[in-house]
């Protein structure tokens, strides 16, 4: 594939997530409040806390997701056909298993601990017990759908991932409203039809995988060293997804012991604001990452590079944008949309945003990490690493720290964390770390520091309010657009976009 044709294809493939992603916004905050309606507060908090049980084992569904998707993105890189299929099909039986046995957990130690340890009124407890039975059912039938969503994004088919979305989301919205005219108990109803969404979206992703790739079948399939390759990159893989839940529960349960609810409350606030514009630059690399890892298979390296540092660098500069007026206008916004703002929630929404800026660069080049399979010693490196996120924000909140600074070490331990990914790409795998340091990190650096100096001089010459949101801030967004198009992109990258606009002026 030339350079144009896949820019073409990552750009296309980010525009459809895009529409996927604002779509799915609008109709979840929706639904959200609909929900809590028709259900009630004791019914919404039944199958908030039910769902709860279920959703613990989804830590290691994501880490085998992650497995998957990289097997079948290196093979399809390779076009080595025969290998391809056995991976899917030894994918297909491993997450076949783990659905019968989590099913079986959940149903004799789930139905225990719901039946004698949870606090659920006697008049609900069985709804309680029907909504684990199909929240159970709904995550073995989404457990089993992982293999052929990650064929389906492995091929870079992101048309179709986007269209099954937004049928989901269509779906849940007819059954939200369907709830408002139910004469059946609305909670069993609910957990019921959300099952049947499942088992329907499950067979369009069979059928269309089944019926357009050819690495894709239904047959059980045993190969021990694939099986061994799969779950020991799963395996390792795990253990960073604890350390991360680790580091950012670590930080909810210390802020709520030294400061309480209030601040939990406000740290929570950030972790959305942050969530919600991080989607943007997560779908666009999203669409990056199977080309890095097919790059990486053919043995391209200087290709794979090319697309880490674009990758890097792209998706720093979407965040930058999208953060700024947040950044900027922080309270301004806040209050629009709480109209109550809790303490410390301005600061540390402005902590959590800076926070990700830096995580951002680390994106693609974890992609990377992950396409070359060496894992092991990078995953207990930075592990360590994010595990000592706790030790240092305890000692500093013992000696009178603020919350505040315990964000302040999450930024410290993000920063060293991307520095020693760099570090383990040099040693493992024998990558020019200055050069590629250069690459995303010149340009970055140029137009972070005129966002800067547009943050000074905005909050100098301006009082925060409507006004300035409106005026100033946004004309400094448009001059970082236009800093980010003549000192952030390569030549390549002008020409294509200029190339975009051309076309679409001529129509």
């Not at 044709?5 to 905050?29: G, P, S």
Request: charge should be positive.
């Amino acid at each position: 594939m030339n350079l144009q044709n896949r820019n073409k294809k990552i750009a296309r493939n980010t525009l459809m997530l895009y529409f996927r992603m604002i779509l799915n916004l609008f109709i979840t905050l929706y639904t959200s409040r609909l929900i809590l309606e028709y259900l009630g507060v004791v019914d919404y908090g039944i199958y908030n806390v039910v769902g709860g049980l279920v959703s613990m084992f989804s830590v290691v569904s994501g880490s085998l997701s992650n497995a998957v998707s990289r097997f079948l993105a290196f093979e399809l890189g390779k076009e080595n056909w025969k290998k391809l299929k056995n991976i899917f099909s030894m994918s297909f039986t491993i997450h076949f298993l783990l659905a019968i046995i989590i099913l079986a957990l959940v149903q004799i130690l789930g139905a225990w601990f719901l039946n004698n340890e949870m606090n659920i009124p006697t008049n609900r407890l069985e709804a309680a017990n029907w909504v684990l039975l199909f929240s159970s059912l709904t995550f073995s039938v989404n457990l089993l759908n992982i293999p052929f969503n990650a064929a389906i994004v492995a091929n870079e088919k992101m048309d179709v991932f986007s269209y099954i979305s937004i049928l989901e989301v269509l779906l849940k919205l007819i059954i939200v409203v369907l709830l408002g005219y139910a004469t059946y108990d609305s909670l069993v109803l609910y957990a019921i039809l959300l099952f049947g969404v499942s088992l329907l979206l499950t067979l369009i992703y069979v059928v269309y995988a089944n019926k357009t790739f050819r690495e894709v079948s239904l047959k059980l399939y045993w190969d021990k060293i694939i099986f061994n390759e799969i779950i020991g990159f799963a395996s390792w893989n795990f253990l960073g997804v604890l350390a991360n839940i680790f580091k950012t529960q670590g930080i909810v349960i210390l802020l709520n012991l030294f400061w309480g609810a209030t601040v939990n409350a406000a740290q929570g606030i950030s972790v959305q604001v942050s969530n919600a514009i991080q989607r943007f630059a997560d779908n666009f690399i999203m669409a990056v990452n199977p080309q890095i890892i097919k790059s990486y298979a053919k043995n391209d390296m200087q290709d794979t590079l090319k697309l880490v540092s674009t990758g890097s660098r792209l998706s720093f500069f979407l965040l930058l944008v999208l953060s700024f007026p947040v950044l900027t206008d922080t309270y301004t916004i806040l209050e629009l949309w709480l109209k109550k703002v809790p303490p410390y929630t301005v600061m540390l929404v402005r902590l959590v945003l800076i926070n990700s800026l830096i995580e951002v660069f680390s994106k693609p080049i974890i992609t990377l990490i992950n396409a070359t399979g060496r894992i092991k010693y990078y995953q207990i490196g930075i592990s360590i690493l994010l595990f000592l996120n706790f030790p240092f924000s305890y000692l500093i909140l013992k000696l009178g720290g603020r919350p505040s600074h315990v964000y302040l070490v999450y930024i410290l331990i993000s920063s060293i964390a991307l520095l020693f990914r760099f570090i383990f790409l040099k040693n493992n795998v024998g990558i020019n770390i200055s050069t590629l340091f250069t690459s995303i990190f010149k340009k970055a650096f140029l137009v972070f520091l005129i966002a800067t100096v547009l943050f000074g001089l905005n909050n100098y010459f301006f009082n925060e309010g409507w006004f300035r949101l409106c005026t100033s801030t946004i004309l400094c967004v448009l001059l970082i657009l236009i800093s980010i198009i003549f000192f952030g992109l390569a030549e390549s990258e002008r020409m294509f976009i200029k190339n975009i606009l051309i076309k679409k002026i001529k129509k």
